[in-house]
């Protein structure tokens, strides 16, 4: 595999639970089926339960003081969270078999380390494709849904039954033994690849690449990892909405204030922060090595630089070697200057603008729309802008 495009690395493709969703038909021989799936999963968790609340009398209001479609907890699992869980796999698939090439293609692999790049991609692809984890999230599924039987969840499936009895019909089983369960699996899933993601950045740290500590991406050549966290923008969106619902529902029909919702909110923003802007934490330590190492380099080239530049036009003496001074790629003092500024800039891990906005974005629409339920939105916007300002 001469070709830098030959070493690119899916993080969906291959694994267990693909392989078990192409095996019942789901995923079709090629390509990831991502429409399909989308579509089939989350009318397999909502369309039961919606049916049986709709003939059951429970879906509108009317005959129950809160029927299934004031419960939005469950149509965004169902609708939202779940496909885009499967559209993430392809955004997941777009990006990394993008990016893991560039570092072939962009020179930070040598020659040298190439079989090394290989093999660790492979060992990544190992990772991905072992049956043991699938083999933990179904337990602890199971586990979960053994232990917390519709009765640990009396509010939420209030719509379902009676919950001063415990007795709840069809929908709250199909909710607690199937909805519920998909959900969970395919968070954990998700869960499991930032943990892939995090392995690979950690071992192709640990090789010894060819940094440019000048790099105008001032991350050393490394600036186009902060693309990686996109691949978690659906996860991060998914997650926060279901959140949201769950916390709209209270504002409107329990009389929570949004106020009182600010700590979780932030906590949630914070949470995501650490956990999917960690394979980015990986990498600093190879870009400290870098950069300490550039900050004496390029302090001694300039050093030198600008003695020749005082000895030739301060003390007028006349130079022996003065190939430094006349060398093109180095320029004027203004030149190395700069050269010696970008090595002190450097960023240590590569997370800038738009790694942040790429988690951040995602967990904040869904908490302004919660948000939104006691703040007018144009209030909120002005509020927004006057902060930003």
């Known amino acids: 595999m001469n070709d830098a495009d030959d070493f690119a690395l899916s993080l969906v493709r291959g694994d267990a639970l693909l392989r078990a969703q192409r095996a019942i038909g789901l995923v079709p021989p090629q390509g990831l089926g991502v429409g399909r799936r989308a579509l089939a999963l989350a009318l397999l968790s909502w ?152 392995v690979l950045c950690l071992r192709l740290s640990r090789l010894d690449l060819a940094l440019v500590p000048t790099h105008p991406d001032g991350a050393g050549g490394l600036g186009f990892l902060e693309s990686l966290p996109f691949a978690f923008s659906p996860v991060v969106f998914a997650i926060s909405a279901v959140l949201a619902s769950r916390w709209a529902h209270e504002v409107l029909y329990h009389d929570a204030h949004v106020a009182s919702l600010r700590m979780p909110m932030i906590a949630f923003g914070v949470v995501a922060l650490v956990l999917f802007l960690a394979p980015l934490v990986a990498w600093r330590r190879p870009l400290v090595a870098a950069k300490r190492r550039a900050e004496l380099e390029y302090g001694a080239l300039v050093g030198e630089h600008g003695r020749l530049v005082r000895r030739r036009w301060i003390l007028r003496e006349p130079l022996e070697d003065d190939a430094l001074l006349g060398a093109q790629e180095i320029g004027p003092v203004a030149d190395t200057i700069a050269l010696y500024e970008a090595v002190r800039k450097m960023r240590t891990i590569p997370i800038g603008r738009r790694s942040l906005l790429a988690i951040l974005l995602p967990a904040a629409l869904p908490m302004l729309a919660v948000i939104a339920i006691e703040i007018p939105v144009k209030d909120l916007l002005l509020k927004l802008l006057t902060t930003l300002a």
């Open 47 to 198: 369309a039961p339960i919606a049916l049986w609340a709709l003939f059951q009398g429970r879906a509108l209001p009317g005959a129950i003081d809160e029927p299934l479609l004031n419960h939005f907890s469950i149509h965004v699992r169902c609708l939202i969270a779940i496909p885009l869980f499967v559209i993430a796999e392809a955004v997941a698939h777009g990006i990394t078999t993008r990016l893991v090439p560039h570092f072939v293609r962009s020179g930070l692999v040598v020659e040298g380390d190439r079989a090394r790049f290989r093999e660790i991609l492979r060992g990544v692809a190992r990772l991905r494709d072992t049956t043991l984890p699938w083999v933990l999230i179904a337990g602890l599924v199971l586990a979960w849904a053994l232990l917390s039987p519709s009765a640990g969840a009396t509010h939420e499936l209030s719509w379902a039954g009676e919950p001063a009895s415990e007795s709840f019909g069809f929908g709250a089983f199909w909710f607690s033994w199937v909805a519920r369960p998909l959900f969970t699996v395919l968070l954990l899933a998700w869960l499991w690849r930032l943990i892939l993601v995090i």
